[in-house]
Each structure stands twice: as structure tokens, then as C-alpha cells.
């Protein structure tokens, strides 16, 4: 489950969604309805931003992902290819016909305390 927050205008808004994440694309894939609150905003300003994050009982343990990027609704081969993807990981999403957008990630920041505790690993997409 990742967050996703948009804003349009003088509106914000977040939401939660599944998704499935893209290594070669550096991108997640969601599924939802343009007519949604968040669709609505993402529709009038692609920039949007969000977190990745799990609820582990231990301080130890905790892996969570900040980032910002861009997103747009999926169309053709891209699109089928995300579908089969997000079906795979959510087979109730064959029952669903909600188009599948893409957040194309700019920047991403990790923490990860598996790796020393506060570990921060940063990435940007090259301009």
C-alpha cells in the first residue's frame, strides 16, 4: 500500500493504493477512477508525492520510502503490461475495469534501519 498526495489548485488531497513497482521504469503502477477525489487532482496537475511504508514492531526494522514524481494514466502496450502485472500481484483486480496510472518516480528517498539505524539512501532520476 502506498500513500499518494495531490493537489491541484488551492485542493490536496491523499489517498491510499495498491501498487505494483516497476524496477526497469523506476515507476509504481496503480489502479483507480478518474472520477475519484485524488483522480480528479492528478487529471489537473500530474506532480504528485507519497510514502511507502510498513508497520514493523521493532524501531529496528523500519523500511519506508518518501518520494515525488509524475503520473499519468496508462494506454496500450504499457498498459497491458501493467494490467497482467497488477493482476499477478492482486487477482481480485480481474473483476475491476478501473484504468491503471503510472507514477514515473523522480526522487526517492529510503530509510532503512536494517542497515544502521536512520540509514537514508537517496536517488534521483537524471534531467
Same mark, same amino acid.
Given at each position: 500500500?502506498?500513500?499518494?498526495?495531490?493537489?491541484?489548485?488551492?485542493?490536496?488531497?491523499?489517498?491510499?493504493?495498491?501498487?505494483?513497482?516497476?524496477?526497469?521504469?523506476?515507476?509504481?503502477?496503480?489502479?483507480?477512477?478518474?472520477?475519484?477525489?485524488?483522480?480528479? @487532482?492528478?487529471?489537473?496537475?500530474? !506532480?504528485?508525492? $507519497?510514502? %511507502?511504508?510498513?508497520?514493523?514492531? =521493532?524501531? @529496528?526494522?523500519?523500511?519506508?520510502? !518518501?518520494y515525488? $514524481?509524475? %503520473?499519468?494514466r496508462?494506454?496500450? =502496450?504499457?498498459?497491458?503490461?501493467?494490467?497482467?502485472?497488477?493482476?499477478?500481484?492482486?487477482?481480485?483486480s480481474?473483476?475491476?475495469?478501473?484504468p491503471?496510472?503510472?507514477?514515473?518516480?523522480?526522487?526517492?528517498?529510503?530509510?532503512?534501519?536494517?542497515?544502521?539505524?536512520?540509514?537514508?539512501?537517496?536517488?534521483?532520476?537524471?534531467?
Amino acid at each position: 500500500m502506498l500513500s499518494l498526495c495531490c493537489t491541484a489548485d488551492d485542493q490536496l488531497w491523499c489517498a491510499n493504493c495498491y501498487y505494483v513497482f516497476d524496477e526497469t521504469r523506476m515507476a509504481f503502477w496503480i489502479m483507480t477512477e478518474p472520477d475519484t477525489r485524488h483522480g480528479e @487532482l492528478m487529471v489537473h496537475n500530474p !506532480q504528485v508525492a $507519497g510514502t %511507502v511504508n510498513g508497520q514493523p514492531r =521493532s524501531v @529496528l526494522l523500519i523500511k519506508g520510502v !518518501q518520494y515525488r $514524481g509524475r %503520473v499519468k494514466r496508462l494506454e496500450e =502496450s504499457t498498459e497491458k503490461v501493467a494490467r497482467a502485472a497488477y493482476q499477478k500481484r492482486f487477482p481480485v483486480s480481474r473483476k475491476v475495469s478501473a484504468p491503471l496510472w503510472e507514477i514515473v518516480l523522480d526522487e526517492v528517498k529510503m530509510t532503512d534501519n536494517a542497515l544502521g539505524f536512520g540509514k537514508k539512501i537517496a536517488w534521483q532520476r537524471e534531467k
